[in-house]
């Protein structure tokens, strides 16, 4: 059930669709919003992107067996990011399906197999806690230009380590979003928002998915409290996706770009995040194979493992809040339900 778009005087629902936007504390014109061009052809792309005032940089071109040739396979900055007036967006464009499979490709899919990598992203994630030290492994896949095979297997194998990573930062998203949801269900859903602070650790992991998902899902809890809508915190994550974007006035909190949140985004290279700023990390995106990604979002979601699903069938106190929640479902329960419900499939719900 969407939220429709109403004033009132607790709440102002946003619909971002305009290429600018004001930032708390910033200028309009120090700021563009970065427009969506994926899918499009290379000319109207151009000119959306010129349009928006931003400039068209590098374009680079791949084999895509799901996107037709001369159409945008992925874009850098990703859509949505905030950058300034006439900053370059880089393409990566669709040469339409390899006519016959080169090294590269035989290369990728056999290390896109190694369910070990995999694994090993998924469990980084986990041990990437608070400001403690950090456990990536991304510095330790080769980036290899030649020969293609092996560029290509240990590209597979960076996407397959990645996608456990963004996996588990994922499922951390879901488990936080539907607690700070059940938090803020609550007649002082007001004073509940205003003293709550968003905890940013900046690294991607479980504990920022958890933190991000909180934030966002105490803002969608308290709009349903305030409006006599029922307690369903699966429905508002789905909304949320939707680009469906809440604030309160009295109390300067909301989602969007009037959140706190910085989401961690697929295609960001985990190991470089402490190396540079977050903000300008998450517009980057993993060397030509992100465009390769794109079309493969429905393998996003590995079955889980025996020891990652008896990791998530628990249910224990919530780390933001002492308040007893309604929830009696495991965190597993509670990721099933999101990947398997509503319309959308797990596939159209694989980034954000």
């Excluded at 896109?112 to 990437?128: I, K, L, N, R, V």
């Amino acid at each position: 059930m969407l939220r429709f778009m109403r004033l009132r005087t607790a709440l102002l629902v946003l619909a971002l669709t305009a290429a600018t936007v004001v930032l708390t504390g910033c200028p309009a014109s120090e700021f563009l919003r970065v427009p969506d061009v994926t899918g499009m052809d290379r000319d109207a792309a151009g000119a959306v992107i010129v349009n928006a005032g931003l400039m068209v940089g590098a374009t680079t071109s791949v084999h895509n067996h799901a996107v037709p040739a001369g159409h945008v396979i992925s874009q850098t900055p990703v859509a949505g990011a905030t950058v300034p007036p006439r900053s370059t967006v880089d393409l990566v464009e669709s040469l339409g399906p390899d006519p016959l499979p080169s090294e590269y490709n035989f290369g990728y899919a056999d290390g896109f197999a190694e369910d070990d990598w995999y694994w090993d992203g998924f469990w980084d994630s986990y041990d990437t806690v608070d400001g403690q030290t950090l456990y990536y492994q991304g510095d330790l896949i080769p980036y290899v230009l030649t020969p293609p095979y092996d560029a290509g297997y240990w590209d597979g194998v960076w996407v397959a380590y990645h996608d456990g990573y963004f996996v588990a930062y994922h499922y951390a998203f879901i488990v936080g979003f539907s607690e700070g949801y059940d938090a803020a269900f609550h007649p002082d859903y007001l004073d509940f928002l205003e003293a709550d602070d968003h905890v940013e650790y900046l690294h991607g992991g479980w504990a920022d998915g958890y933190n991000d998902g909180f934030s966002e899902g105490r803002v969608f809890g308290a709009y349903d409290f305030e409006d006599g809508l029922p307690f369903d915190w699966r429905d508002a994550l789905y909304d949320y996706e939707d680009g469906t974007d809440l604030y309160f006035q009295e109390v300067d909190v909301g989602t969007g770009i009037y959140g706190p949140v910085v989401l961690y985004a697929y295609g960001t290279d985990p190991f470089q995040l402490k190396r540079m700023d977050r903000r300008a990390a998450a517009e980057r995106s993993i060397r030509a194979v992100d465009g390769l990604k794109s079309a493969q979002k429905d393998e996003l979601f590995r079955p889980l493992s025996a020891e990652a699903a008896a990791e998530l069938n628990q249910r224990p106190a919530s780390p933001r809040t002492a308040r007893e929640l309604r929830l009696s479902d495991t965190w597993l329960e509670r990721i099933e339900s999101y990947l398997s419900g509503g319309a959308k499939s797990a596939t159209q719900r694989a980034g954000f």
